[in-house]
């Protein structure tokens, strides 16, 4: 398609020249097909050009070779789309606000894009309950602007809020900031309606908070990355929001600081600590040098650690905080340290953690990976990455963040073109590292 071949000049990798697994023997698209298409949803949701916003990826780092996204606006047209497609052996990747980093929402060769963007209603609120129905498309940052004024608020947050969708964001079993405080989303889902493959409705949808009868088959959905079925509607539990906020951001010489600052917060702030995230001096350097963003200190340290807080009772949340900070200095835990005092403050602080992705693409082409590692031991992974692309040709930038409180490191690699070179040693570092953390485990 046009689309690949001019992104193509700009580093990105066709998916289907790279070691993906063969295209198999599923069906070539006709027009038949197409029409068969329109007369499900109507012909103004079927799109057959301007694709590059569905066959790319955010990071511009892969492109699909889709000729046709399909934007059904109910259940049961998805229903009769997957049924179709399972007739004829189309091939489909179910798609949402495709804010994804590794390409997983992106067809690799031709395949049909499922687009949930236009099932996106809120059809129901319990403002006693807090219990919230809506479609897969609703974006997740809408969600929580609806919720808002009811005095609740959506356990999930991430950096692509204002473009990602819940859907996506149970397919993918998103984590967040917030895990810390609420657990991981799948906590918070009451039920799902899903269409199977077969074009089959699954309909698990409940308000109830518990429910013991038999099997708990929407946790087979979250997370599975649309390989089992297709969610199309959610039920969540939402907490009530918190009438007091603090975030500050803490200046470190060593990572073992910064773990020890977060075993400080835990015990020192404990119910009411929200987020406790990390970015060492790299990541910094890239949101100041690539974004423009204005970094609290005169200086740059080693590491950073941000820590938000969430209550009921200023007074008490603010003591709090003031007596953990004491004690981060007092233990020369930190160099140097700041506090939000208004929202617009604690918004700034916040953007230099989240805008860390957005900062590194603007160095080249960009290889990501999310993993989970003990939380002291996370960041020998940077490190023994950048031993290992110490000679990669033109040079290599690695930087390392990520959230303490549910052991996520997000490593970041960026080199000016795309280099294999640079996957075979990243790999080859994350399953050394992998096997050395467990035999120290």
Known sequence: MNVCRYLGRRSVRHLSTTPYPNRSDFAVLTDKDIRAFEEIVGPSRVKGEDLEHYNKDWLNTVCGHSELVVTPVTVDQVSQVLRYCDTRRLAVVPQGGNTGLVGGSNPVYDEVVLSLEKLN????????????????????????????????????????RGTCQIGGNLATHAGGLRVIRYGQLRASVLGLRVVLPNGRVLDNMSRMRKDNTGYDLKQLFIGSEGTLGVITDVSLLLPYSSSSHNTALFACLSYQDVVSCYRQARKDLGEIVSACEFMDSMCMNTVQEKLGLSSPFTELYPFYFLVETSGSNEEHDNAKLESFMNKLFENELCVDGVVASSSDQSAHLMSLRESVSLGFKEHGFNYKYDVSLPTEQMYCLVEKCRERLSGIAGGAVCGGYGHLGDNNLHLNIATPQFDAEVTRSRDSAHAQHVLNTCTLC
Not at 138 to 155: A, E
């Open 121 to 160: 209603r809120i059809n129901y609120m319990d403002t006693v309950s807090g219990v919230v129905e809506c479609e897969a498309g609703v974006i997740l940052q809408s969600l929580s602007d609806y919720v808002s004024p009811h005095g609740f608020t959506v356990p999930l947050d991430l950096g692509a």
